[in-house]
């Protein structure tokens, strides 16, 4: 076992390494000389343990409760999901929290750790760090996700007593931690003034594309000799993340447009991925669209390389009006330009590197898509625009120097030991 600046185990209610974020964390730190383990969701087919490129990984059996889908024509079916999906999300947040708690106690004995790295959602592992931290350890709060404007945007509702019990979740995860990890100034405002946090205990680490792993392969052969314009679109699909804005602008620029010289690669999985393809097809979007669901990191690369567009439909929310998308980095750093709506961190990230529409007006989005289709000059300036722009301010390799410097502060008595870089993924 190589020599430590500290021990640190990470919980993440997300699959490892598949979460970028967390993976890209664990490696900089461990690259830094840093002991890493992580306790995880389990994926099919995954080992319940395994070493990956020198972090520990403990990975929670996982179930759920609910299929995660709300769209049906008929209410009592929609209220029916509606209150199950609710209800599902607790109960799997409650289940993977106890099990971390257990899991925990047996990365201390084998591993241990100075520091509880908690990554959220779900709030309620705050109980974990508050923990330890009364038996000494450190709490570190990595604020990924504001779980109170992610339900309010997810169920479309203006609060009732589980958005006040999620702003108490949040504000307990913000008091205990010694330091917390930002994704950007809008969350690093919220959590000062929530959480009544000295600014200097909070540490902004945006999420930006590691260069090593992204860059331009040659196209997919197939799109590109279809001769028309190819949109890619890449993430997470939820009832918050938009998809449907794009469908319903794809299909504003077939049938009020006439503009059929397109065709647009949604890839990634979710919980609305079933309900998104019903819609393509209630909108006749079959022949201009297809959904790809998870698909391997080299795949992947081979559709943003064959894009001439890239799109971020996430609409106006009270989530995604605060929120950082790290598919607007990955968009730039292969040099590809985007139409996106016009929110705050989302112009902050992109700059001259997208067209925006007016927040959630799909046919402005529609009419933004076809200003880039003809304009190739448009498109290869906004291109260079936003690759350059990851490569001297966005990439990881930069923004992640403020995670150093957190750790820094959080454990002053340890020296990081300088490590040979992975580009492990």
């Known amino acids: 076992m190589k020599a430590s600046a500290g021990r640190i185990l990470m919980i993440v209610e997300n699959p490892y390494p598949q979460d970028t974020r967390v993976r890209n964390e664990a490696n900089k730190l461990y690259n830094a000389g840093y002991s890493v383990s992580v306790i995880a969701k389990k994926y099919p087919n995954q080992p319940l343990t395994e070493n990956v490129f020198g972090v520990n990984v403990y990975r929670v059996p996982w179930f759920e409760v609910f299929k995660k889908s709300t769209e ?6 929609r209220l ?18 106890f099990a971390a708690f257990i899991y925990s106690f047996y990365v201390l004995i084998k591993d241990g750790f100075d520091v509880i790295h908690q990554h959220n959602p779900p709030n309620t592992l705050f109980v974990i760090g508050l923990f330890y931290r009364l038996l000494g350890k450190k709490f570190v709060f990595d604020h990924h996700d504001l779980s109170p404007e992610l339900y309010l945007s997810r169920y479309k509702t203006n609060g009732g007593i589980i958005h006040k019990a999620l702003l108490l979740e949040e504000k307990l995860c913000l008091r205990s931690a010694n330091i917390i990890i930002a994704t950007n100034e809008s969350y690093k405002e919220i959590d000062i003034k929530r959480g009544k946090k000295n600014p200097d205990d909070i540490f902004i680490v945006r999420n930006g594309p590691d260069l090593n792993l992204f860059k331009e392969v ?7 000799s279809t001769g028309k314009k190819i949109l890619v679109y890449i ?25 059929k010289d397109f065709h647009c690669v949604i890839i990634g999985p979710g919980d609305s991925l079933e309900d998104l393809k019903k819609l393509r097809e209630e909108l006749n979007l079959q022949e201009y669209c297809r959904f790809t669901g998870k698909i391997p990191f080299a795949d992947l690369l081979k559709y943003l390389s064959t894009a001439d567009i890239c799109v971020d439909p996430n609409p106006s929310n009270p989530l995604n009006d605060y929120s950082t998308w790290i598919k607007v ?15 705050r961190e989302t112009r902050y990230s992109a700059q001259q590197a997208a067209l925006y529409a007016t927040p959630n007006d799909e046919r402005e989005f529609a009419q933004r898509i076809i200003e880039l289709m003809d304009n190739p000059q448009l498109r290869e300036e906004m291109g260079k625009f936003g690759k350059q722009r990851v490569k001297n301010e966005l990439a990881w390799e930069i923004v992640s120097e403020n995670l150093l ?18 580009s492990a993924i």
């Open 72 to 77: 049906s024509k008929s209410f009592i079916i």
């Open 80 to 97: 029916f999901y509606k209150i199950a999906t609710k209800l599902g999300y607790i109960i799997e947040y409650f289940y993977f929290t």
């Open 218 to 224: 040659e196209p997919d052969k197939e799109l590109k």
């Open 235 to 259: 993430g997470v699909m939820g009832p918050q993340d938009g998809v449907d804005y794009l469908l319903r602008s794809l299909h504003i620029l077939v049938n009020e447009f006439n503009r």
């Open 329 to 343: 980095m990955e968009y730039m750093s292969l040099g590809k330009p985007i139409v996106s709506y016009n929110l």
């Open 405 to 422: 410097k957190a750790y820094r502060k959080l454990l002053p008595d340890k020296i990081p030991l300088k490590a040979e870089t992975s």
